[in-house]
């Protein structure tokens, strides 16, 4: 074991809902399992955790904490490792800046955030603070690849009790827009499969038109076998189909809504969103060009507005940039009442929420009037951009899906060793001037070359082979035991998709299961999976790292109303198992009804279901009996908690997440007490089981006596704990009970 420390079962801490969730929940479940003789204890990988363990020095030594997430990453690489993951924040620079400076006001040295490093010191803090940022945490974890799937319980329920969806119109003006022209990382992607002599350590290198050689990034150390691909996004091209898609838009009639992934796509993205807000501020750029050459559009709308607020002729720009918002487009809104709109902040829209939603509200999105309307979904990129298109155009002709009758997608996503990390990681560079990049193996073979003009946003990523070997292996246990329909979706016009299918082929044919397995690039493999399940029956989707991500909430939402209750199983290479509570991201809106009004709507049923494979897989690895009794309880509870209706409402005066946690304490602990494999457990949760039954109507009125009211948590992405244990834990009867 990588760390003789680690417990039975590391139940991470992260952010926002689910955090907060935690403090109600993990009590309960550090109960129970210690009747089984198993330690459950906690890891920070918050995003104030990474934060503080980043600068030891600067901090007091109790102030100070360990780099948890390190060592989870080596734990994960054992067999023993047994993890429940939830959600954590994925930070842009905005929310990294907000956490950074609540921990300051909370007494913690650290540095600000460079925007534009200078010195040595700067740049040596700046990169610290840039690990953290965006996805950096999933990629450490995540050392294997991805079954994620709708626990039956949970799909059967979805059945009987249907979510409301929106009504399709065949006349919807809804649109998705992306870059068909070309100019995207699409149109000038190229990709190789590292030959043995290529394999050792990659450079990449920019040779400008004035001769002058820039190393942007060496010693990228890539096997044999090893998938890399390179690509780049024209910005000329960019500014040209986003002025495009702004005046139609407003000729349309529709709403203008950008979607990127600016938290996972951590470098590439926030640049693709600033472009889009110089774009929609392209007369104020033009006519104060001199005044807004400092200023950071990257951030956001809303960070633009207080930069400009600061300059010396600020209220005069600040004049102009309303009369442009009014003559443009209405704007699809985050939040109305408060004028948040879609440009305010680039980690409030995120592809794979926002456009799951709209399509679930027949293609309507808020507008800057409160009242819902189509929308023109700008989606620059053309790699992905099919599946929502014909997502779109699909459900007019069609009409919306029932989720009473139907069947479900599954998905087996190839993500480990930070398999297509997209955008996200230290190889991703705005190009600081016009000239040639080059990739170059270590033999000095040249891997990649494209011409680029200043500004740019150049990308690699890689795919190991051992990896990919994984993930077919996956996807063929996954559709035997399943016995449906099973598709790779990858495009045969891709240059990635091309070499990963020249790995899959030759695999399918010598295991004699070609027959069981479809090839079909995105768009046409949306339309195929929409009317296998219109049709009742299932599908898998075996998808590269964006994709699945893309699609663990795109069908979800669409079957159950949530991707937070989705079953997502990681096997981890080398043995262990990851066991992630779903993909409903961590719920900032949750917490601002929380703080205002006392009432949390985070659902833990992924919780559930993922404590249920935790405790049944340390029974399959460790022999003991105790937790699979234990886990099959779960189940029961489960069950317990969706046939009775359990699960928190989303309005306060409706039963929230804590309710729906002594509800699960009480139908575990009656499965415990009712089961006969280990009298043992039966007779410790006999009493426990009666004590909560027969107290269940003061406790609900102690966990409700508050509601209503304004909370203080003592803080947002670093909350006190004493504060949040009495704000969570509020009933002293269920305290009592649990000891």
């Known amino acids: 074991m990588a760390d003789k420390g680690m417990p039975a079962i590391v139940y991470t801490k992260v952010d926002e809902a689910p955090d907060l969730a935690s403090a109600s929940l993990l009590p309960i479940i550090q109960r129970f399992a210690k009747a089984a003789g198993i330690a459950v204890a ?76 200078a010195t040595a010191e700067e740049k040596e803090i700046r990169a610290r603070y840039d690990a953290i940022k965006g996805s950096a945490v999933n990629p450490v974890l995540r050392e294997g690849n991805s079954d994620r799937r709708a626990a039956k319980a949970v799909k059967n329920y979805a059945k009987a009790h249907p979510h409301s969806m929106g009504k399709w119109s065949k006349d919807s003006k809804t649109r998705v827009a992306s870059m068909t022209s070309g100019g995207d990382f699409f149109s000038n ?53 986003l002025d495009k898609e702004i005046e139609a838009t407003k000729a349309e009639g529709t709403l203008f809504s950008l979607h990127l992934k600016a938290t996972m796509m951590k470098v590439s993205d926030p640049i693709i969103f600033g472009h889009a807000v110089k774009a929609w501020l392209k007369p104020v750029y033009e006519k104060f060009a001199d005044e807004l050459a400092a200023t950071d559009a990257n951030g956001g709308l809303g960070s633009l507005l207080a930069q400009i607020k600061d300059l010396p002729n600020g209220a005069e720009i600040l004049k102009e940039v309303d009369a442009v918002m009014a003559a443009r487009a209405p704007l699809y809104m985050v939040n109305s009442d408060k004028g948040i709109t879609n440009l305010h902040v680039p980690s409030d829209v995120i592809i794979d929420a926002s456009m799951p939603a709209l399509l679930r509200a ?17 989606i620059p990129d053309t790699s992905y951009a099919p599946v929502y298109e014909e997502s779109v155009n699909y459900f007019k ?3 919306a899906l029932d989720p009473a009758t139907a069947g ?24 600081p001037e016009a000239g040639t990049v080059r990739v170059i193996a270590e033999n000095g073979d040249v891997l990649h070359s494209h011409e680029v003009e200043k500004g740019d946003i150049w990308r690699l990523c890689s795919t190991r082979k051992a990896a990919i070997l994984d993930w077919v292996q996956l996807a063929i246990d996954r559709q035997r035991i399943e016995g449906c329909q099973a598709i790779f979706w990858l495009d045969e016009n891709r240059a990635h998709d091309r070499e990963l299918l020249a790995y899959i082929r030759p695999i399918l044919k010598e295991k004699g299961v070609e027959a069981k397995f479809l090839v079909l690039a995105p768009r046409e493999a949306t339309r195929l999976s929409f009317e296998t399940i219109r049709a009742g029956k299932d599908s898998i989707a075996i998808t590269g790292n964006v994709l699945r991500d893309y699609l663990t909430d795109l069908f979800p939402i669409l079957e159950l109303g949530t991707s937070a209750k989705m079953l997502s199983i ?5 043995g262990g198992g990851m066991f992630e509570t779903g993909a409903g991201g ?21 919780e559930f279901c993922a404590l249920g494979e935790s405790l049944n897989y340390l029974a399959e690895v460790t022999g003991n009996e105790k937790a699979r009794v234990l886990g099959a309880a779960v189940d029961a509870a489960t069950q317990g908690i969706l046939d009775h209706d359990r699960s928190p409402g989303r309005k306060a005066g409706e039963a929230d997440n804590r309710d729906s946690h002594f509800y699960f304490a009480m139908y575990w602990a009656q499965a415990l007490a009712k089961q006969n494999s280990d009298p043992e457990l039966a007779e410790e949760f006999r009493p426990i089981a009666q004590a909560l039954t027969e107290g269940e109507e003061v406790i609900v009125a102690e966990l409700r006596a508050d509601r209503g009211k304004a909370v203080d948590l003592g803080g947002y992405y670093h909350a006190d704990p004493a504060k949040t244990a009495a704000v969570m834990r509020p009933s002293a009867s269920f305290n009592a009970i649990l000891g």
């Not at 004035?210 to 044999?224: D, I, Q, Y």
């Not at 027949?362 to 700008?378: A, M």
């Not at 479900?408 to 190009?431: D, R, W």
């Open 42 to 117: 906690t890891r920070d990988i918050s995003l104030a955790g990474r934060i503080i363990a980043a600068f030891p020095e600067r901090l007091t030594a109790a102030q100070q904490q360990a780099d948890d997430l390190a060592g989870l990453g080596a734990w994960v690489k054992t067999a023993e490792a047994n993890v429940i993951k939830l959600p954590n924040i994925s930070a842009s620079v905005p929310q990294l800046v907000a956490a950074i400076r609540e921990l300051q006001a909370q007494g913690y040295a650290l540095p600000d955030y460079p925007a534009e490093p």
């Open 570 to 574: 990681v096997k981890l290479m080398q």
């Open 408 to 431: 479900t997608v599954q998905n087996i996503g190839l993500m480990a060793q930070k398999a297509e990390e997209y955008g996200s990681h230290p190889t991703t560079f705005e190009i």
């Open 189 to 241: 992607e190229t990709s190789v499969t590292l030959t043995a002599a290529q394999a050792g350590k990659v450079k990449i290198e920019l040779t400008g038109t004035s001769g002058a050689v820039t190393v942007l990034k060496e010693g990228v150390n890539l096997p044999e076998g090893t998938v890399v691909d390179a690509t780049f996004m024209s910005v000329k091209a960019l500014a040209a189909f």
């Open 397 to 399: 002709e069609t009409g």
């Open 362 to 378: 027949g293609g309507k999105g808020w507008g800057p009037d409160g009242k819902e309307g189509d929308s023109t979904c700008v």
């Open 586 to 606: 961590s719920a900032p809106k949750h917490v601002q009804q929380l703080m205002e009004e006392n009432h949390l709507r985070w659902d833990s049923l992924g």
